[in-house]
C-alpha cells in the first residue's frame, strides 16, 4: 500500500501521495557495457540499492499509522467522515447527537477535542478559536476520497502545533481516477435524505477535472426524559477539482463551498437568572475554501512542491458566532542526500484573521484579530545495514501570536530485518498552541446567589499568559505479516503532559450591582497517559476479510487545586475499546459486511459500556448500478455515546437507522 | 475585497510561488549541494533501467499476437521515470520488429499497445487499466504479486534487493498470450 510522506513521518502534504522518492539509488552494474544485452539469469543477480521508489510502504513506517482505503470506505456503509474514523484502531469516536461528535486518538475526548490534527487535501479543518473541528461541517464526496491516513501519536516534527495526540489526513482523488458521472441516492429513517453527484472529464492530455455536490439531511435524535434532542441537521456542498500534469510538473487547484443548519438546544446560563434556562436555536455554518498545489520532480529525486490555501468558514450558533479567514503557504523540500540518507525541509506562512461578535454568553477583548503563524521545519532519514536500520530525526520550529517560539522535535528508529516485520520506537515533543478563546475570550458559565443575595456570576476568561500545553511521547510498536493472509499491528505509548489547560479560580470583584468570579485559564494541570492498540487483518478466503482490533489505555491526571472541573476529572476516555469487521464478497456480486464495536463506560459522564453492530448489503446489478441496505446501531433501539461536555448539549441518545442506497454510474 | 484578493492570491499562487520559491530553494540547495553531495548522480533511476532490460527480454520470450509488422509497442502508464528509462529500449529490435515507447495516462486507448506497464500504482488504477486491456492481447506488466491475483501477466518482485518475475500463464492465454519455457523456468513462481 503506497502512502503520503505524512504518514512516512516526512512530509509533503499529501495531496498527491506522491512518488517522489526517487532519488540515488544505484545498481551495482560493474561491467559497463550496455544492460540491455544483459541475459535475464544475468539481470536477476544484479543488485539494486532502494529498490522501490514509492512512498514509503505502510509496513515500513515508523509511528502508529492506519490506512482507510477507498475500499474501505466504500464497504463501510458511512455517509459522513466521522463515521469512517469509526474503523481506525484505537480512534474514540463518539456521537453526541445527530450533528456533534468528540473525536480523538489516545485520551482527551471532548466535543471540543484539541490535540488532534485533520486535513483534508492539505487543508488544516480545525478552528483556531478552540483548536477543535467542526465536524458537521467537514465534508466532501466520500467516494472521492482515495483514502484516509491516520496517524496515532504526535507528527507535529513535520505537521506543526495541534498535531499532538493524532493527525488525521484525508486525500481525495485525483481528477484523472474520477472520470464520467455518478450519482447516490438515498433514504433512511435517521438519515432522512442524501444525494450526491459527480462528473468528471479530461480537458486534455495532461489535464482533467471534476465538479461535485452533494445534499444530506439528518433527523433528530431520540428524546431523552421526554425533551426533544433538537439536533437534526441538513447541509448542502459543492466543489471543484483540476489536476494537471505534464512531464516533471504536478498541478492541482480544488475547492468547495458549503452551507448548513443544525439544531442546538443546550442550557444557556444567563446574568439574569440563577438557573440556566434551556434554550435552543439553529446553528447556521458556511464556508468556502480553495487550494492550489504545484510539485516539481528535478532529476535524482528532488522534489518541490508549493502549496497555498485560502479557508473562510463562519458559524452562528446559540453560544456564540465566529468567522475566520486563513490564508496559508508552504513551501517544502525533498532532497536525497545519497542512496541511504535523505533530508526534507520546508517552509509555512499563516494568517488567521477572526470576527468574533459579542454573544450573551461569549465576548472577547479583542472582537477582531489577526494573528500569524511562521514556520519551518527539517527532517532527516538514514538507511543504514542495508537498509534494516531506519532512522528519523527532524523537528519543527514555529513562531505564533499566542505563545511564541516553540520547537516539536521526534528522533525516530525502525529496524526492518526483513519484508515482514518492522519494529519501531520513537520520541516526540508536541505543542498544542492556545487557541483564541483561552487568550483574551470572556465565556459567561453561571450564574449563582451569594450570602450576601448580590448574584455572582462564574466566568471562564483569557488570559495573554496562557503557554503551550507540551506532550512528550514515547511509543514503541511492531509490525509483522507472518503469513500472506495475515497481518499483525501493534502500537504502545506513553504520554505525559505538561502545562496542560485549566481554569484557576481568581480573585472575586465587584462589578455594578454583581459579583463576577473569574476562572482564568492557566497552565497547571498534568496527565500522563499510556495505552496501546493492536490490529490484527486476516483473509481466510480470497472473498473474506476479517479485521480486528483492541485498544486499552488509561490515564493519571493531576488536577491543581481551585481549579474548575466542569465534570471532567480525566476520565473522559474509554479504557477499552474493541472492534471487529467482517467484509464477504458473494456470488452474484453481492458484498456482505458488517461491523461490530465495543466501547467501554466513561465514568465522568456516566456513560455505559455499550456494543452496536453495522451491517451492509449491497448488490452490484452491474459495472453502473449498485443497491446497498445499511442498518446501523442495531443493537439497541437508541442508546448515548458521549455528551456535549464544554457547552451543555440537550442530551440525546442515537437510534437504530436503516438507510437504503442506489448509486448509478454513467 | 480583501478576500477577493486573498482567493485570487490563492490561485495565482501557484505561479508566483513557484518563481519566488524557486529561487530561495536554489539557494538553500545550493548550500547543501556543497557539503553534501549526492554521490550516485551518474547512477541514479537505474532501477528502472534494470526493470526496461528487462521488460525487453520479456518481450523476446513472450509470443504475442501481430498488430503491427514494422514495430512493437511498448505503453508505460505515466511515471516519468520509468518512462524516462524505458528509452533504451526504443532502438531495440525484438525478431524483425523495432520497440517504440509510448507513455499512457489513465483512460486512455490500449488497444494498439502490444506490452504495458504498470509501475507502482495505486490499486484502483491498476484494476481499471487492466480491465481495459481485456480482449485487446496487450502483454501486462507490473509490480509484486497482487499484480498477478489483479488480472495480470507478469510481476516484477524485488527479493534481497534484486529483481525476479512472476507469471501468470492462465492471464496470458486468455489473451492468447504464450510465454517460452525460458521465462517460464526463470520465473519465482508460475501459476502453472
Redesign the interface.
Known amino acids: 500500500m503506497k502512502i503520503s510522506k505524512l504518514a512516512a513521518g516526512r512530509v509533503l502534504k499529501p495531496l498527491l501521495g506522491l512518488t517522489l522518492a526517487a532519488s540515488c539509488a544505484y545498481a551495482d552494474v560493474t561491467s559497463g557495457g550496455d544492460i540491455t544485452d544483459m541475459s535475464l539469469e544475468d539481470l536477476m543477480e544484479v543488485k539494486v540499492t532502494s529498490v522501490s521508489k514509492r512512498g514509503e510502504t505502510a509496513s515500513e513506517v515508523s509511528s502508529a499509522l492506519f490506512v482507510l482505503t477507498h475500499e474501505d470506505i466504500r464497504r463501510s456503509g458511512s455517509n459522513t467522515i466521522p463515521e469512517l474514523l469509526r474503523l481506525v484502531p484505537g480512534l474514540h469516536v463518539a456521537q453526541i447527537d445527530s450533528n456533534r461528535w468528540a473525536i480523538t486518538a489516545r485520551g482527551s475526548n471532548s466535543l471540543f477535542a484539541n490535540k488532534l490534527l485533520v486535513l483534508i487535501d492539505g487543508r488544516s479543518v480545525y478552528t483556531p478559536l478552540f483548536s477543535g473541528v467542526y465536524w458537521d461541517a467537514q465534508d466532501t464526496r466520500l467516494e472521492d476520497i482515495e483514502r484516509i491516513e491516520v496517524i496515532r501519536g504526535p507528527g507535529a516534527s513535520v505537521w506543526g502545533a495541534n498535531a499532538v495526540n493524532g493527525v488525521i489526513n484525508i486525500i481525495t482523488k485525483n481528477a484523472n481516477d474520477t472520470l464520467g458521472g455518478a450519482v447516490t441516492v438515498g433514504a433512511g429513517n435517521e438519515d432522512r435524505a442524501l444525494a450526491n453527484v459527480r462528473y468528471g472529464a479530461k480537458i486534455s492530455d495532461t489535464s482533467a477535472a471534476r465538479i461535485y455536490g452533494k445534499y444530506y439531511n439528518r433527523d433528530r435524535s431520540a428524546q431523552i426524559a421526554g425533551v426533544d434532542a433538537y439536533d437534526q441537521m441538513e447541509s448542502g456542498q459543492t466543489g471543484a477539482r483540476f489536476d494537471y500534469k505534464e512531464g516533471r510538473d504536478t498541478a492541482s487547484v480544488h475547492g468547495d463551498i458549503y452551507k448548513g443548519t443544525d439544531g442546538l438546544r443546550a442550557l444557556t446560563p444567563s446574568l439574569a437568572s440563577f438557573s440556566p434556562s434551556l434554550e435552543q436555536k439553529q446553528t447556521h455554518f458556511d464556508g468556502n475554501n480553495i487550494v492550489a498545489h504545484w510539485s516539481r520532480e528535478f532529476s535524482d529525486g528532488q522534489q518541490l512542491t508549493v502549496q497555498g490555501y485560502f479557508d473562510r468558514t463562519q458559524r452562528y450558533d446559540l453560544i456564540h458566532g465566529e468567522r475566520y479567514e486563513i490564508a496559508d503557504f508552504d513551501a517544502q523540500y525533498l532532497l536525497p542526500l545519497s542512496a541511504y540518507n535523505q533530508l526534507i525541509f520546508g517552509l509555512n506562512y499563516r494568517n488567521t484573521r477572526d470576527f468574533l461578535p459579542k454573544t450573551g454568553s461569549i465576548e472577547f477583548l479583542k472582537s477582531s484579530k489577526v494573528s500569524e503563524l511562521y514556520s519551518g521545519f527539517v527532517q532527516n532519514e538514514t538507511k543504514l545495514f542495508d537498509n534494516a536500520v531506519r532512522i528519523t530525526l527532524g523537528s519543527k520550529f514555529e513562531t505564533n501570536s499566542y505563545s511564541g517560539f516553540e520547537y516539536q522535535p521526534t528522533a525516530r528508529v525502525a529496524w526492518v530485518p526483513s519484508d515482514t516485520h518492522t519494529l519501531w520506537t520513537g520520541f516526540s515533543r508536541a505543542v498544542r498552541t492556545p487557541s483564541r478563546i483561552q487568550d483574551d475570550g470572556r465565556l459567561l458559565l453561571q450564574t449563582v446567589p451569594t450570602d450576601s443575595g448580590v448574584p455572582a456570576s462564574v466566568f471562564a476568561v483569557g488570559s495573554s499568559a496562557v503557554k503551550s500545553e507540551i506532550l512528550n511521547a514515547f511509543e514503541i510498536g511492531y509490525r509483522a505479516a507472518p503469513a500472506k493472509n495475515y497481518t499483525f499491528d501493534i502500537a504502545t505509548f506513553y504520554n505525559r503532559y505538561d502545562n496542560l489547560s485549566n481554569l484557576a479560580q481568581g480573585a472575586p470583584f465587584v462589578s455594578g450591582n454583581r459579583v463576577e468570579i473569574p476562572y482564568q485559564f492557566a497552565n497547571q494541570n498534568e496527565l500522563r497517559s499510556y495505552g496501546f492498540e493492536a490490529l490484527n487483518t486476516w483473509r481466510p478466503m480470497h472473498s473474506w476479510t476479517l479485521q480486528g482490533w483492541y485498544s486499552w489505555m488509561t490515564s493519571e491526571i493531576d488536577i491543581a487545586e481551585g481549579s474548575l472541573s466542569l465534570g471532567n476529572n480525566g476520565r473522559v476516555d474509554p479504557r477499552n475499546q474493541a472492534f471487529l469487521r467482517s467484509l464477504i464478497s458473494l456470488p452474484y456480486n453481492i458484498d456482505f459486511d458488517s461491523y461490530v464495536r465495543y466501547v467501554d463506560s466513561i465514568p465522568d459522564y456516566k456513560i455505559p459500556a455499550y456494543m452496536d453492530l453495522t451491517l451492509r448489503v449491497a448488490w452490484k446489478l452491474s459495472d453502473k448500478i449498485e443497491f446497498a441496505v445499511v442498518g446501523s446501531n442495531l443493537l439497541h433501539r437508541s442508546h448515548k455515546e458521549y455528551v456535549g461536555d464544554a457547552i451543555a448539549v440537550s442530551p440525546a441518545a442515537l437510534q437504530r437507522a436503516v438507510l437504503g442506497t442506489v448509486s448509478v454510474k454513467f | 475585497m480583501r478576500?477577493a484578493l486573498?482567493?485570487l492570491?490563492?490561485?495565482a499562487?501557484?505561479k508566483i510561488?513557484?518563481a519566488r520559491?524557486?529561487g530561495?530553494?536554489q539557494i538553500?540547495?545550493t548550500f547543501?549541494a556543497l557539503t553534501?553531495p549526492?554521490?550516485?548522480?551518474a547512477?541514479?533511476?537505474?532501477?528502472y533501467?534494470?526493470k526496461?532490460?528487462?521488460i525487453?527480454?520479456f518481450l523476446k520470450?513472450t509470443e504475442l499476437p501481430i498488430k503491427n509488422q514494422d514495430s512493437l509497442l511498448l505503453c508505460i502508464y505515466?511515471?516519468?521515470?520509468a518512462v524516462n528509462a524505458a528509452k533504451?529500449?526504443s532502438e531495440?529490435r525484438v525478431g524483425q520488429r523495432s520497440i517504440s515507447v509510448k507513455s499512457i495516462?489513465?483512460?486512455e486507448d490500449v488497444k494498439s499497445c502490444d506490452a504495458i506497464y504498470i509501475p507502482?500504482?495505486?490499486?484502483?488504477?491498476i484494476q481499471s487499466i487492466l480491465n481495459s486491456t481485456i480482449g485487446h492481447s496487450v502483454l501486462t506488466i507490473g509490480?509484486d504479486l497482487d499484480f498477478l491475483?489483479n488480472g495480470g501477466m507478469i510481476a516484477m518482485i524485488?527479493q534481497d534487493?534484486?529483481?525476479?518475475f512472476a507469471i501468470s500463464g492462465k492471464n496470458a492465454q486468455s489473451e492468447k498470450i504464450s510465454f517460452s519455457a525460458?521465462?517460464m523456468a526463470?520465473a519465482v513462481s508460475t501459476d502453472r
Do not use: P
Not at chain 2, 38 to 41: E, I, K, L, P, R
Not at chain 2, 43 to 47: D, F, G, H, I, K
Not at chain 2, 161 to 164: G, H
Open positions: 478576500t486573498i482567493m492570491f490563492a490561485y499562487s501557484c510561488q513557484r520559491v524557486l530561495a530553494v538553500i540547495f547543501l553534501l549526492c554521490t550516485t548522480h547512477q541514479q533511476n537505474s532501477e533501467t534494470i526496461s532490460a528487462f525487453l527480454n520470450f505515466e511515471k516519468s521515470d533504451i529500449l531495440k495516462t489513465k483512460g507502482f500504482s495505486e490499486i484502483q488504477v509490480e491475483s524485488s534487493n534484486k529483481i525476479k525460458k521465462l526463470l
